[in-house]
């Protein structure tokens, strides 16, 4: 059984910083391409950044650009997204997830991605 957990969400002020963790359970980290994506009210769920399972090239969103930092620790398989700089517009529940798939442009697309955690919510005041 394929188990993602996020963890380290929480209500954070504008301009704070927050580390989210994505530890993983029946799959291997190096066999898949790892991704984050998120979803606020109301919203459709969207892309945030993502790690090629090949290239190990990292990919953001032109939202996070500059703010995100995604990584990973494939010996301990898990994911991590660094944020930093946080906004308001940054609420919303973030999501892992595993892609069979290499590639930029598919990677970017949710329907691309085999399995997915929980979610953790990340809330913004300003």
């Known amino acids: 059984q394929v188990l993602l957990v996020e963890s380290g969400g929480g209500l954070v002020q504008a301009g704070d910083s927050l580390r989210l963790s994505c530890a993983a359970s029946?799959?291997?980290?190096?066999?898949?391409?790892l991704g984050w994506f998120r979803q606020a009210p109301g919203k459709e769920r969207e892309f945030v950044a993502c790690i090629g399972r090949f290239s190990g090239r990292a990919n953001y969103a032109d939202s996070v650009k500059g703010r995100f930092t995604i990584s990973r620790e494939l010996a301990n398989n898990t994911l991590f997204l660094q944020m930093n700089s946080l906004k308001p517009e940054d609420t919303g529940v973030y999501y892992c997830?595993?892609?069979?798939?290499?590639?930029?442009?598919?990677?970017?697309?949710?329907?691309?991605?085999?399995?997915w955690g929980q979610g953790t919510q990340v809330t913004v005041s300003s």
């Open positions: 997830a595993a892609s069979p798939e290499s590639g930029t442009f598919l990677l970017k697309q949710p329907s691309r991605y085999r399995y």
């Open positions: 029946g799959v291997t980290f190096s066999d898949y391409s």
